[in-house]
């Protein structure tokens, strides 16, 4: 009996170590929120690296605006963004005329993200289900949600 035991617990690490030994030949896949930018390096960025840093902040892993928004296909729980900037600047405008100051696209933008509710696009829900991405789970800084508007 106590050889029989045995054998069922030699054949148990043996087969309990080889699943341990191939799992950790398997590639681990490891996700990061983007790197937060100081106001200083944000300040000395080409429009080219800020561009860069607003796809990674729009499309990295974790909770980021591609969970919601698409740049291509059907949207998603959020408008598609694909197109953004020129419908930017003709919501700025009716802004402007809304709030009696002048709103760029940029500012559209900006207010859009941080205040979710104070322009919904038509056919979402109202209030709007976007979460307020300074605040978590979100915790985007100022630079970082100035890097994915551009």
């Known amino acids: 009996m106590n050889s029989v035991a045995f054998r069922v617990l ?7 170590g080889s699943f341990v030994g191939i799992s950790q030949m398997i590639p681990q896949v490891s996700s990061y929120p983007a790197k937060a930018l100081t106001p200083e390096e944000f300040a000395k ?6 561009v860069a840093k607003g796809k990674d902040v729009f499309g990295s892993s974790g909770i980021r605006c591609s969970q919601c928004h698409a740049i291509e296909g059907a949207p998603g729980r959020g408008p598609n963004l694909g197109g953004l900037g020129a419908r930017a600047l003709s919501r700025a405008e ?4 809304a709030a009696g100051r002048e709103y760029k696209a940029a500012d559209y933008l900006f207010e859009a993200m941080i205040n979710p509710n104070a322009y919904v696009v038509k056919g979402f ?3 709007s289900i976007m979460p307020e991405v300074y605040k978590p789970p979100m915790d985007l800084s100022e630079e970082d949600i100035k890097a994915a508007a551009a």
């Open 10 to 16: 030699v054949f148990f690490a043996l087969i309990l």
């Open 45 to 50: 960025m080409t429009p080219e690296q800020l």
């Open 94 to 97: 009716e802004r402007s005329k």
């Open 125 to 127: 829900s109202t209030p």
